[in-house]
C-alpha cells in the first residue's frame, strides 16, 4: 500500500490549518482502524475527512458502496485519481455538516438496493467534533454504528460515566442513543503534522430505542445543557430561571426523585429522562391551552 508520506510528497500536498487537518500516516493504524469496520454487505459506509484515501481504500473492501465526503477540494482532486480502479466508491465534496444523510440512505436503498443503515467512519476535524456528533444523532435512524476518531479528551467525554471529572453534556447525549466503547488509542506520533493532542478512537453503535423515553429532542438538549451550564452549581442553581410552570424548582426536583442539591455530572441518563419528563408536563400544564 502507498504510504501517506509518498502520498503527500506526490501531490506537493500540505495540511491545511483552516481545516484542521493532520492526516493519520501510520500505516499500522490505519489497517487497524480499518479492522474495527465490520464487512456487511446490507447497507452503505459514509467516511468522513476521507484526506489522502489510503483508510477509504480499505473500507472499500468491506461494503458494497462507500461514499468518501471530503471538503478540501484539493484532498478530492486526490481520491478520484488514486481510487479511480474502485468501482464501489463514491467522491463527494461537501461538508459533512451539509449531507443529508437520510436523504443518502434512501437514494442508496432507492439505486443500489441496500436496505441496511448507514455505517459511520473517519478522522473527523477536531475543530468541529461536537457539531459532527450532534449531526449524527440528528440523523440516528438511518445509521447503524460510527467509528471515529476524537481529540482524546473529548472521546474521554463522550465515554464518560456519571461521576467522573469528563462525564457531561456529550456524555449524557452519547448514552442516551449510543452505546459508546473507546476502541483504542492513537499516539500524536501517528500523524503528520504531529499534534499537540493525542487521539482516541471510539465506536458509537446507536440504539433502536434510546435508553430512555424521548418524546422531545430540542427540550431533553435543552434539560441537559442547563444542568451543566454552571458544573460547580446545584441543579436548584441552575434550573431556578427553567421554567416549569407555577411549580417551584424543588418540589419539580422531588417529583422526579431527584436530590436538587446535585450536580448535573452526578445524574444518570435515566435521571435526565425523568427531569425532562417532569419539566415538560409541569410547562405544559402551565399553559392556558395545555399544548
Excluded at 467516511?47 to 480499505?58: D, H
Excluded at 478530492?76 to 437520510?102: A, C, G
Excluded at 436496505?115 to 457539531?131: D, F, Q
Excluded at 479528551?153 to 452505546?179: D, H, M, N, Q
Amino acid at each position: 500500500m502507498t504510504t501517506a508520506g509518498e502520498r503527500m510528497r506526490k501531490y506537493g500536498i500540505r495540511p491545511a490549518r483552516s481545516l484542521g487537518q493532520s492526516f493519520l500516516t501510520d500505516g499500522n493504524m490505519i489497517r487497524r482502524i480499518a479492522d474495527l469496520v465490520p464487512d456487511r454487505r446490507d447497507g452503505a459506509v459514509v467516511e468522513i475527512g476521507a484526506g489522502l484515501g489510503l483508510l477509504t481504500a480499505l473500507l472499500a473492501e468491506k461494503t458494497p458502496w462507500l461514499v468518501a465526503v471530503e471538503v478540501d477540494p484539493r484532498m478530492t482532486e486526490i481520491l478520484r485519481e488514486e481510487l479511480k480502479s474502485l468501482e464501489n466508491v463514491e467522491i463527494l465534496e461537501r461538508d459533512i455538516l451539509r449531507v443529508d444523510l437520510s436523504a443518502l440512505r434512501e437514494r442508496f436503498r432507492r439505486e443500489k438496493g441496500l436496505e441496511g443503515k448507514l455505517r459511520i467512519a473517519g478522522n473527523i476535524p477536531y475543530n468541529i467534533s461536537s457539531p459532527i456528533f450532534f449531526h449524527l444523532l440528528d440523523h440516528r435512524r438511518h445509521i447503524a454504528e460510527a467509528l471515529l476518531m476524537f481529540q482524546r479528551e473529548v472521546a474521554e467525554r463522550v465515554t464518560a460515566v456519571p461521576g467522573s471529572k469528563a462525564y457531561g453534556i456529550l456524555s449524557v447525549f452519547a448514552r442516551a442513543w449510543c452505546e459508546p466503547v473507546l476502541e483504542t488509542a492513537v499516539p500524536s506520533s501517528c500523524f503528520r503534522p504531529v499534534p499537540k493532542v493525542e487521539s482516541a478512537v471510539v465506536r458509537l453503535p446507536f440504539r433502536e430505542e434510546p435508553l430512555v423515553p424521548v418524546p422531545d429532542d430540542a427540550f431533553f438538549r435543552r434539560v441537559v445543557r442547563t444542568a451543566f451550564a454552571r458544573r460547580r452549581k446545584t441543579l436548584l442553581n441552575n434550573f431556578k430561571d427553567f421554567g416549569g410552570g407555577s411549580v417551584p424548582v424543588p418540589e419539580l426536583m422531588a417529583m422526579a426523585g431527584i436530590d436538587g442539591g446535585r450536580r448535573g455530572e452526578t445524574l444518570t441518563v435515566e435521571e435526565f429522562g425523568r427531569l425532562a419528563k417532569v419539566l415538560r408536563d409541569a410547562g405544559d400544564s402551565g399553559r392556558p391551552d395545555g399544548r
